[in-house]
């Protein structure tokens, strides 16, 4: 990285690989500036670093959603290939040389909540500039394609950019001036989308660099890395951000980066431990609540409150899903499926019958999950 001084300004360019960063001095907003959360991908709590081959909507590392129309095209994984200054990377590999249809989508998605874009104004006419930057890397090279889109998915921007070397990390960046058009939610719901394609049928394509009326999330003529068999994609270090000139990346600390993950999905397994993984270490509780009816009640508090209230999966220690392991008097080591209230983003509670027996001291042994994903 390079630095310039212009003695009546200050720090007038700062250079950092390909990207010259201009005028900072005046362009970089005070506190967080990039709306993505895990743009360098190193928070995995649903895979662990585990290889996947991904369902359409199924998620790699947290915040990164796949869409895909055919199955067992990819497979993608959080990856410790990175450049200087990273240490993680999201990584697809072709699992064939797959010819797409018109109809096809094969994009990494990332959904934007509307809170974290309402101050872009998008869809008035003080809509503000952003720009998207990001590291990338391929076994392939040429054009490759992207977009944002709003919820509704009536208004796209798709955008082009080229990767020149294989096998060799390159960072891009997209302006990308802001939509006067459409609705663009500023509320917890989606706000907007972020694609990357890398294998995206005509009914889905069209011309790069402008707003079109429709869902579009790449861009006409892009590479299809699932045309490839054994084709690889890596990305890391992505930044979207107010203004029309790419800035450094945001490195955050880990903790907060993980809370901020935890806002959207949240697990009592170890971070680094998949969730249905054979593991003895559980959620083990003596105390809690017995009603008249000798039902047994557990609160837990999330460590982060959800953006809604999230949907709860249970899973025992040995990775059964959906149940849950408990001790009782007079009906020891006992399986099943506990209730689950709802006590809105902040917490949820368990309910476990008593079947006839009476609860003396109670302890449950077991796992949870909680998605509150857009």
Not at 1 to 16: A, C, E, L, N, R
Not at 163 to 178: F, R, Y
Not at 332 to 341: K, L, M
Request: proline share 3%.
């Amino acid at each position: 990285m390079t630095v310039t001084i212009d003695g009546t300004t200050g720090i007038d360019k700062v250079q950092d690989g390909s990207i010259v960063y201009a005028d900072l001095d005046s362009n970089i907003p005070l506190g967080t500036k990039n709306r993505i959360i895990n743009g360098n991908m190193v928070i995995d709590q649903r895979n662990g670093g585990a290889s996947i081959t991904p369902a359409d909507s199924d998620y790699t590392v947290d915040r990164w959603k796949w869409q895909v129309t055919q199955s067992s095209k990819l497979t993608s994984q959080r990856s410790t290939t990175a450049p200087s200054g990273f240490t993680n990377s999201l990584l697809s590999t072709s699992s064939s040389a797959y010819s797409i249809i018109s109809t096809d989508r094969f994009v990494i998605r990332y959904n934007i909540e509307g809170y974290n874009i309402a101050d872009l104004a998008w869809g008035t006419a003080d809509a503000k500039t952003v720009t998207l930057s990001f590291w990338v890397r391929s076994s392939l090279t040429g054009t490759f394609g992207g977009s944002i889109y709003n919820a509704s998915g009536s208004h796209s921007y798709p955008f082009t950019y080229t990767i020149s070397s294989a096998n060799t990390w390159e960072q891009k960046s997209v302006t990308i001036t802001g939509a006067t058009a459409g609705t663009w939610n500023t509320d917890n719901s989606i706000g907007l989308t972020l694609a990357i394609g890398l294998g995206v049928g005509s009914t889905y394509s069209t011309t790069a660099g402008a707003w079109a009326a429709g869902y579009y999330p790449s861009a006409t003529g892009a590479t299809s890395v699932v045309g490839t068999s054994g084709a690889t994609f890596y990305i890391t270090g992505v930044q979207l951000e107010v203004g029309e000139n790419a800035t450094p990346f945001e490195h955050r600390m880990y903790s907060q980066e993980l809370a901020m993950c935890q806002r959207y999905y949240e697990k009592n397994y170890d971070i680094n431990t998949a969730p249905a993984t054979n593991t003895s270490k559980g959620l083990e509780q003596v105390a809690g609540t017995i009603d008249g009816n000798q039902n047994f009640y557990y609160n837990v508090r999330f460590a982060v409150p959800k953006r809604a209230s999230p949907s709860i999966n249970f899973y025992k220690s040995d990775g059964t899903a959906n149940t849950w392991r408990y001790d009782r008097s007079g009906a020891s080591n006992q399986s099943g499926t506990p209730a689950v209230g709802d006590n809105g983003d902040s917490s949820f509670y368990m309910r476990i019958p008593s079947t006839g027996a009476t609860w003396v001291v109670a302890t449950m042994n077991g796992f949870w999950t909680a998605s509150a994903e857009l």
